[in-house]
């Protein structure tokens, strides 16, 4: 039974880009025979601080996976575990306004827009840079929401672009957008894993599977474990 919730530990670990430090918790329910035989784990939590989505680090995370199957025919036969299609994915995981503009900082040489940073208030975020054309030179401000597309990938979403006292027109606008977009995608993930609500709560951007649940919802479901 270690050996085989050893290498679950390691293929979840390895697949969601997982640190696996002492911060790490991965907490199964009760296993026996069946289990080992069949290899189908009817639920279990990983929960930490470093969750890799598209290049960006979170800070905290909650994972939850419900009907994970592995073949154990191959595990036996090659000590290595290979996914059955079926198992179920839910997570919530906060992200720092630090990373997210250390991501952001990465994809600055995509468009005209450079120095971009990101401040997170309580219901928007304020996006400031320097935006330099053929024709432009000028630091630039917008108020700002993220959004949330396709239940996988998370936008910055602007109403308009400022540079000085003057509004860009739309297309400058889009064009940035488009390059910095998107924040997070989680179809770059191992796994199909949906997301029903974004928000920004204490300084951080918030992405849930769980509908309805804020951070002490979490931490509750945390201490029953």
């Known amino acids: 039974m270690d050996d085989f919730k050893d290498a ?23 296993l026996g025979l069946f289990n080992l035989v069949s290899g189908y784990i009817p639920k279990m939590y990983i929960y930490g601080d470093k969750l890799n ?5 979170s800070e905290f995370f909650l994972l939850e996976i419900t009907s994970l199957r592995f073949d154990m025919n191959f595990f036996n036969e090659n000590k290595e575990l ?44 304020l996006v400031k840079g320097y935006y330099k054309s053929r024709f432009i030179s000028s630091s630039l401000s917008t108020r700002a929401t993220f959004i949330l597309k396709d239940d996988k ?14 509004k860009l027109p739309a297309f400058i606008l889009n064009s940035i957008e488009k390059n910095v977009n998107p924040i997070l995608d989680l179809n770059k993930m191992a796994f199909d894993l949906s ?26 479901l945390i201490n029953t474990l």
């Open 53 to 57: 989505i598209d290049g960006v680090d």
């Open 8 to 30: 679950v530990d390691k293929y979840i670990t390895d697949n969601f880009k997982i640190k696996n430090d002492s911060m790490l918790h991965i907490v199964y329910g009760k």
């Open 195 to 220: 997301l029903s609500e974004i928000n920004i709560s204490d300084e951080r951007l918030v992405i849930s599977s769980f509908e309805g649940y804020n951070r002490e919802k979490i931490d509750e």
């Open 153 to 166: 990938t998370v936008y910055i979403d602007a109403d308009y672009l400022k540079v000085g006292f003057f």
């Open 82 to 125: 290979k996914f059955i299609e079926g198992a179920k994915f839910k997570l919530y995981a906060e992200f720092s306004e630090k990373n997210i503009n250390n991501m952001i900082q990465d994809k600055k040489n995509r468009s005209n827009l450079k120095e971009p940073y990101i401040k997170f208030e309580k219901d928007y975020v």
